[in-house]
């Protein structure tokens, strides 16, 4: 009788032992992912930033252009903008 208790004994140790290293593998999948899928993040942010950083030094251009070209409107236009401003902000 103890034989068959010994043998139920290493067969629940195998299963335990095969049952450990399935979840060591499983964790070490999903970790794997998670870094794949930070840097994947990381890849598209760094992306839409340099993207954003363009457009924003294009239409800074733009403007630069407009003032260079029209700097009479282009004083006009600040002063209107300053004026509209001053009075919202003294309220």
Known sequence: MSTATDKDI??????????????????ESLSSLARDGVAEGRKKV??????????????????????????????????GIGFILGKVLSR
Do not use: C, F, H, I
């Open 46 to 79: 760094r992306g839409a930033a340099r993207q954003s950083r363009k457009q924003a030094e294009e239409a800074w251009s733009a403007v630069e252009n407009e003032v260079e070209e029209r700097p009479l409107t282009s004083l006009a236009v600040a002063l």
């Open 10 to 27: 290493k067969e629940l140790k195998d299963e335990y032992a095969s049952l450990k290293a399935d979840l060591a593998e499983m964790s």
